[in-house]
């Protein structure tokens, strides 16, 4: 259960009204985006994350995208975007457990997993063999999301949004990671 509210449509006003009645309307309200409306300043700085999300899938293409914000909330144990990721893997014919990378794809796990592991520590040999593929502005694309990702990541692990009734059906495909038991 969630450690905040997860407002209704009755419990917000002004800015945040308005917000919540488009994702209504859309029908895409998210259990994250009910816990951020609880502060539009916070709610409007995490919204960031679809702008930065546009010009990855500009980038590197929506499958690689999709690729690497799985490797980046998997890694990070995100149960919440973990799964949102399977369904969207899924929707695009892919199967998680079983995904065939490419040369590109590859690299871009390994770094989504060395960022969250150790960003201070992120391998040269990594960075030169995707500068073999981006440029330095598009480096700043793919690094840039991954910050943004993991912060979203993060607001849903500590506060333990719900998981979302679409994504229910799905749950038990969520695997935590384990390299974080040795941490002390």
């Not at 010009?55 to 149960?79: P, Q, W």
């Not at 979203?152 to 059906?169: A, G």
């Amino acid at each position: 259960m969630a450690r905040v509210k997860l407002l209704e449509a009755n419990e917000v006003s002004g800015k945040a009204k308005e917000a919540y009645d488009a994702y209504v309307e859309k029908g895409n309200l998210t259990n994250m985006k009910k816990a951020l409306l609880q502060d539009y300043a916070t709610y409007d700085a995490y919204m960031g994350w679809y702008t930065s999300w546009a010009r990855l899938v500009e980038v590197i293409g929506e499958k690689a995208s999709t690729i690497y914000a799985h490797a980046v909330s998997s890694t990070n144990s995100c149960l919440l975007c973990s799964l949102f990721f399977i369904s969207d893997l899924k929707a695009l014919g892919l199967d998680p457990d079983r995904l065939e990378l490419d040369e590109k794809e590859n690299l871009l796990v390994q770094l989504g997993q060395q960022i969250v592991k150790d960003p201070t520590n992120v391998s040269d040999e990594l960075i030169n063999d995707l500068k073999k593929h981006y440029s330095d502005s598009e480096l700043v694309v793919i690094v840039g999301f991954a910050g943004q990702m993991i912060a979203t990541n993060n607001f849903n692990s500590v506060l333990k949004i719900d998981v979302d009734q679409r994504l229910l059906p799905i749950q038990g495909e969520f695997k935590p990671a384990t390299w974080r038991e040795d941490i002390k």
